[in-house]
Structure formats: C-alpha cells, structure tokens
C-alpha cells in the first residue's frame, strides 16, 4: 500500500467539506477521486499532500503519519499536479521543470547540473524536450499540463496527486494526456491518484474508483463494480443510463429539459 | 524573444554589465563644475586609497578634495540607492507574482516621509531626520504585515491592501505635519520627499553600505527561491517551501535595504519598477540573473539620473522627478514594443 488516507476532516469556516474521508492508494495504481462540483474531491487532494491541513485524521505515506513528516518530505514523496493556469513570469519550460527540484535544495543552493539533467529528462518522459527553451506562458493548454507534470516528476515522488488534468482540455488531449499518464505511472512503477469530472474518462483510465460525495467516500472500487446507475443518479441528481458496448461501460446523461 | 545564448557569448556580455556602474561612477566623477578627465579620476582615486592605506600624507591638489569629499561619496550614494531600489523592486515583484509592484508597495515610503517630515517639523537635532524616516520606514512594513496576517498565514492579496492603508495613513499623518509647520520647514520636507543625493557624506555611506550589502549579498545566495515562491503559495508549497517564512525573510531583507537607502536619499520613484521589467524583458525572468543584473543595472541608471540632476542645469533637480521623466517614456517604448506579445 503507498497511502492510507484516514478519517479527514477539514472546513472552510463553517462549512464542512470533508467529512471523514477515507481510501487506500495501493502501488502502482491509478485511483481516480470522481464526484459533482463542491464534493471536496479537490480539498481532499490538497489535504493528502498537507497543502491545506486537515482538522483531524490523518495521512500514511509508506506507513509514515505525514504529520511527522517535513514540507520538503512529503513533497518528495507526492508529486503534484495543479490546475494548468498562466504564471505571472515568462519563465523557460527548462527551468519551470526545474522548480521541481525545490524539496532537493536548500534555502541557499542553486540548482546542479544534475538537477538539470533530471529535469531535461522529466522532459523527455512527457515528449517535450524540444520546447525546452520556449517560455512556459507562450505554450497551448495542453502543453503546460504537460510541463507541470514534468515538473511533478522531477521531485522523483513515487506518488502523483493530479488535480483534472483535463480540465481545460478538449476530447483528443484529454484522452493524450491521461493515456501519457498511465503510460507513465505503469513504466516508472508510480501510483497515481487523480481527480475528474468525467465518468467516461474515469472508467477507461483507472484502476480502481472512488465515489466522492459530501465530503466522503461512498465507494471504491474497480469501474465495473463501482458504476451503477442508482449510485450516480444520487451522487449527481440526475438520471444516468449506462450502456455497454465492447466490454466497455458507456455512462449517459438523460436531461429532462 | 529572451535571449537565451550559450554561455560563451553570455560571459561577456555579464561581464560589461557588471562592470558598467564601476565604468559610469569613473566617467560621472569627472562630470560637473570643474571637469576632470576619466584617468585623472582613476589616478585621483588611486592616490586617495594608497593615502588611507599607508597613512602617507601624500599632497592633496584641488581636484582630490573636490572628488574625495563631494563627488565620489555622492555617486557611490546614487549607485548604492539605485541598486537597493532595483533589486527590492525585483523581489517584490516576485513573491507578490505581479510584474507591476514596486518596492513602496507595503508603506515603506509613506512611512519614511513621515518620519522625515515630523523630524524636520519638530526640528530635531541633526541626523534625527534620517534616523526617523528609516525607522518609521520599518514601522509602517511592520504594520502592514502584521495587519495582513491571518493565523499562521499570510495571503498575499492582504499584504497589498494592508499596504494600501497603511500608505493612507501614513500620508495622511504628513499632509497634517505639513499644515502645521512654518514655510521654511514645509519646504524642506517637500524637497526631502522629492529626493536628493546632496546628503551624501562618508559617514552616511558608513551607516547603510554595510547593511545593504549584507542583504544584497543572501538575496542574491537564495534568488533562485524567489521562482519558486512567484508560482502559487499552493504549487510553492507542494513543492516543499515553508511559503510564509521564506516569504518574511525576503521581506525583510528587502525592505530593510529600501529603508536604509530612503532614509539618505528621500524617495525616489520608477527605479524599482523599471529596472526589472528591462532586465527580463532582455534576460529573462530567472531571478538567478534577474537579481544581480538588477542590482547593476539599477547602481547605473541612478548614477546617469544623478549627473543630469546635479550638472544640466544651474541649479539642482529633484531626482525623482528625474528618474520619472526618463523612465517613463523608456517604460512607454518596452511596453510598445512588446505590445504584440504578452510579455508581463
């Protein structure tokens, strides 16, 4: 098991948004957090990597509670994937990849060759060595998510946190991008967990599924144990088919109006 | 496009610009009333440090005592201010992550006038008005992040709007000294507030230099932090960084710099903002460059403002009416250039 993840709790304010969350990642598996807008799939994200603290519960990354852990540990050991976003500075796709040596340096230490190296190599694993010298702000949607998943392999983490990657992607680069993602977790033996919106795209990536809602997890499990028409016409309110075709589970959306 | 050359040809190129405000001082030492060639500067100066070393009494001609006791002081003044300025300004561009922040942005100047001005209003023993407006300098960045701070937090959109009340307040508190004073005195916090190099003495040079360097030298050792800490606090801290605690430390350091640099010279505007934008604009936004070209860059922009201020004319300009005039058309011209391109 790489994570364990125990009885989260965090609120903004007043308003609770995880309410006891629990799952296990286990190695080298894609486990993908799936529920509606406002569920807390984002904030329980941001609570296994303590970028926001929770108010009770706990994380384990290989057996270790994370609370015993430094910043610069738990970045080591979770690689993160924002939201794709324009930065405020023009920086090189090299040296925006390179930020993601920071848990390796001190407060004082520049980046080595070797960092560099590392880097230029994350480069290479996601297949934009060539945009190296370009200027991180001047590229398309797809290829900064590209680069922050660079950037994430650069902290040579065996864990990856990815928040939508899909988000801001049309059809192709949304299957491109996590078709890459697998492909990467299963050649560098990584496990992976990442949150979507899309139930289609969750039960052709992942390996197993966990159904947020409310600020918990209702289900876990394989796709085809997990989908079912009753649990996701309650988790999103809506009346939900799901056909199969090819072995594959096609879910659709029936809107009344 | 950002220049991104191999090395060979960007040694020498780092090179001259770090040279440049040693280049300029030399050339600016012979510029005014009485003109002295560049050599004769450089001979000059050389027989001044051998007399301080060996304590040999060598004759000193007019032009040693014109430059030993007004010019050099003054330019070393103009570059050491320039230089705190630029680089305060690149910081905070940073760790705010927005390119149009300029190093007043948490009071410090407001704070700074209005110590300088109560000194001057309550006409206060010599020295007091630097003394004063350094310290208030610091009060009103103390203020400001103290009123910004949320828990063990500090967001950086309530760093900028403490900054803003506290400016407010600030000036405020002068525009109320400024009411009460006689003329005399009203004009001179007036002046103070415009800026100047004319207090430029040894022993002022003696009291900041030492600090600033000192600061100048531990930003340049963690620039490389600032592009991690100008990415989000939530991507800054995946990735390992104490967000807040690296953030105070280059906040003090910054503005301690700018505090002891206003203190001397009163305020002077646009140097902070301008010099980084034209650093990145030709190097690129790695603050491993950004910072120490800056700190050059900015050292010789002063010193050329401070000629024009002190030499064009028979009397004497306000150089931060300077360092405006010239750098907001040369502003004007970047951001016309680039207009076609996104390049904040």
Known sequence: MALRVEGLRFSYGKRLILDGAELELREEEILTLLG?????????????????KPEDGAVFIDGRNYFDMSEREIAMSLGYVPQEHRPPFPYTVLDFVLLGRSPHLGMFSHPSEKDKRIAMESLKTVGIEKLAKRAYTELSGGERQLVLIARALATNAKILLLDEPTSHLDFRNSHRILSLIRRIVREKRLSAIITLHDPNLACMYSDRIAIVSRGRIIRIGKPDEVMDERILMEVYGINVRILRVDGFNYIFAEVSE | MIAHKTIFIRIPVFGFVFLLPFIIGIISAGIGYLRIPPEEVAKSVFKLIHNAISYSGEELTVTDIVLFQIRLPRIILAGIVGCSLAVCGAVLQSIFRNPLVEPYILGISSGAAFGAALAIGLGLFSGSVQLLAFFFGMISVFLAYSMAKSGSEVPVVNLVLAGVIVSALFTALTSLIKFFVDPHQ????????MGSFSHASWS?????????????????AMSWRLNVLSLSDEEAKALGVNVNRERFVFLCLSTFMTACAV???????WVGLLIPHIVRLSFGSDNRIVIPVSASLGASFMILADDIA???FSFELPISVLTTILGAPAFMFLVRRRARRVWL
């Open chain 2, 310 to 312: 002190r030499s064009a």
């Open chain 1, 36 to 52: 509606p807008n406002g569920c807390g799939k984002t904030t329980l994200l941001k609570c296994i990597n303590r970028i926001l």
């Open chain 2, 204 to 220: 002022n040079l003696a009291l900041i230099t030492p600090p600033i360097l000192l600061c100048l030298i531990l930003i340049t």
């Open chain 2, 186 to 193: 009203l004009a001179g916090i007036v002046y103070w507030i």
């Open chain 2, 263 to 269: 203190s001397i010279s009163g305020i002077i505007g």
